[in-house]
T-cell receptor
Framework: AQSVTQLGSHVSVSEGALVLLRCNYS??????LFWYVQYPNQGLQLLLK??????LVKGINGFEAEFKKSETSFHLTKPSAHMSDAAEYFC?????????????FGKGTLLTVNP | NAGVTQTPKFRILKIGQSMTLQCTQD?????MYWYRQDPGMGLKLIYY???????DKGEVPNGYNVSRSTTEDFPLRLELAAPSQTSVYFC?????????????FGSGTRLTVV
């Protein structure tokens, strides 16, 4: 079955440290990939997406993600964490074929940033 | 540009009551979705619609109903509310089919069933 896995439900980093949030998917056909961010008591906001072309994708707020087909991964990174990055992050996948306009979400990773 | 608007933002229901969660979008998107979000579980698709008059079930449709009489509106109906329906509900819309479109989300409705 097609699925999305986010490794680590909670990641804690110090301000200024590297942020790495992991996402893997299960599919033999490269899908479209998304990262969303959710701040407390708000809806989800699109951070970045991969469709085709360049595998390193840059998004808002200094985040970027790299699509690695061989590893079926789409990990989210930011070189230097800021206090304002504290939020929950969701990886989402639009699998190819069938009802391919629906997104499947991972369970989310809560990022805390320590001063 | 309002995007996706959900009302109400908060609601407390008693077991067995019913209610409608409203969702409207002003982007002329054909595709609309209802998700519920539970702690540590991510988002689960309840129902979706590919256009006015067309709806279909998602992963967790039991206890819910939807309608889509216009492009703009996609209300979610809860009949006979149960504690298991305590959750945060998000409506979303997207443009296009089979293309690399993300979703635009509403700000959510936090529902508690007591």
């Amino acid at each position: 079955a097609q699925s999305v896995t986010q490794l680590g439900s909670h990641v804690s980093v110090s301000e200024g440290a590297l942020v790495l949030l992991r996402c893997n998917y299960s599919s033999s056909v490269p899908p479209y990939l998304f990262w969303y961010v959710q701040y407390p008591n708000q809806g989800l906001q699109l951070l970045l997406k991969y469709t085709t072309g360049a595998t390193l994708v840059k998004g808002i707020n200094g985040f970027e993600a790299e699509f690695k087909k061989s590893e079926t991964s789409f990990h989210l990174t930011k070189p230097s964490a800021h206090m304002s990055d504290a939020a929950e992050y969701f990886c989402a996948v639009r699998f190819s074929g069938g009802s391919n306009y629906k997104l499947t979400f991972g369970k989310g990773t809560l990022l805390t940033v320590n001063p | 540009n309002a995007g996706v608007t959900q009302t109400p933002k908060f609601r407390i229901l008693k077991i067995g009551q019913s209610m409608t969660l409203q969702c409207t979008q002003d982007m002329n998107h054909n595709y609309m979705y209802w998700y519920r979000q539970d702690p540590g579980m991510g988002l689960k698709l309840i129902y979706y619609s590919v256009g006015a008059g067309i709806t279909d079930k998602g992963e967790v449709p039991n206890g819910y109903n939807v309608s889509r009489s216009t492009t703009e509106d996609f209300p979610l109906r809860l009949e006979l509310a149960a504690p298991s329906q305590t959750s945060v509900y998000f409506c979303a819309s997207s443009e296009g089919q089979g293309a690399a479109y993300g979703y635009t989300f509403g700000s959510g409705t936090r529902l508690t069933v007591v």
